[in-house]
């Protein structure tokens, strides 16, 4: 009998556990250098982030700056209004598209929460028949429901808004657009109405509440056509047109009742609210922000990150 096979078959165990421990070493390392791989990825991409965060500060504090270099501000928003403006240096090292949207060009969704008696009255009856027609057009299927949850926010309760956007219980009412959508999401799921996803809230209503006039001037046509009771059509030609007279001249050529709606249009008076985006390049990457310029005042900064 072979007395060397018991060694042999000793030292093929020890060979076979050394492997199995190589082996599992080896996966463990490649395990942790694909994890450390990944978070240097993520470290690179925090501090391209970081860059581009504070390059974004330093461009909404130069356009706000330019902003308030301007006396006379409505030539100055009429073109940022209308277009998009792309500022770029000859060789390109410099890129940036800078484009402003009229805060107040609707039926201030807040208005569904004033009185109706004395001076409101006025503001809370066009925004609750406006809110009663768009229900109409668009079947939306619980528009009491819908309505009440929008006066608990308007009402200060903050019910439908997750506490995490801070910038929404800075004061009462909804202050944007974003807020007023998580409304609305949460009565879709609430209700299960398939309709509420294809009104066009952004033509009709502005979500800001310092609003106490609408600048018809910028309303969209669907608007105009409501307010004054005109084809929209009609409507749509006159705001097309790069010349064109002034709305109240429009409106009473048209046949609309323009004294009707008078007492909450701000008239041919240039309304200073806005809000502005604006997209940058940085190290091959689009990157963006946007904030709000009311009365000379820049606030409400929100950075998008990577585009």
Aim: with cysteine.
């Amino acid at each position: 009998m072979d007395k060397t096979q018991p060694a042999q078959n000793r030292v093929k165990h020890r060979q076979g556990f050394a492997l199995l421990i190589t082996l599992s070493v080896l996966a463990v390392i490649i395990a942790l250098t694909t994890v450390l791989l990944s978070y240097l990825d993520e470290v690179k991409q925090d501090a391209s982030d970081t860059k581009a965060l504070i390059q974004a500060d330093i461009y909404y504090k130069n356009i706000t700056n330019i902003f308030q270099g301007f006396k006379n501000k409505k030539p100055l928003f009429s073109v940022l209004y209308s277009t998009a403006l792309p500022l770029q240096t000859p060789e390109e090292r410099f890129s940036l598209q800078l484009h402003c949207d009229p805060l107040y060009k609707g039926v201030n969704i807040n208005w569904l929460g004033l009185g109706s008696s004395g001076k409101n009255a006025a503001y809370s009856s066009v925004a609750q028949e406006l809110f009663e027609a768009i229900a109409q057009e668009y079947t939306i299927q619980d528009p009491g429901r819908l309505q009440e949850m929008l006066l608990e926010e308007i009402g200060g309760k903050n019910r439908w808004v997750q506490k995490e956007q801070s910038r929404l219980h800075q004061k009462n009412g909804i202050i944007s657009y974003r807020q007023f959508s998580d409304i609305i999401s949460r009565y879709q799921f609430e209700v299960d109405d398939p309709e509420i996803g294809a009104v066009p809230w952004k033509k009709y209503f502005s979500f800001s509440p310092e609003a106490d006039k609408i600048d018809a001037q910028y309303s969209s046509p669907e608007l105009l056509a409501y307010l004054f009771d005109m084809d929209v059509s009609t409507v749509q030609e006159w705001t097309s047109l790069v010349e064109r007279g002034t709305l109240e001249n429009f409106i009473r050529e048209n046949g609309g009742e323009y004294e009707k709606r008078k007492s909450i249009l701000a008239g041919e008076t240039f309304l200073e609210a806005a809000e502005c985006s604006v997209r940058y390049a940085m190290a091959d990457d689009q990157y963006g922000f946007k904030f709000e310029y009311i009365q000379g005042e820049a606030k409400y900064f929100e950075f998008y990150g990577k585009q």
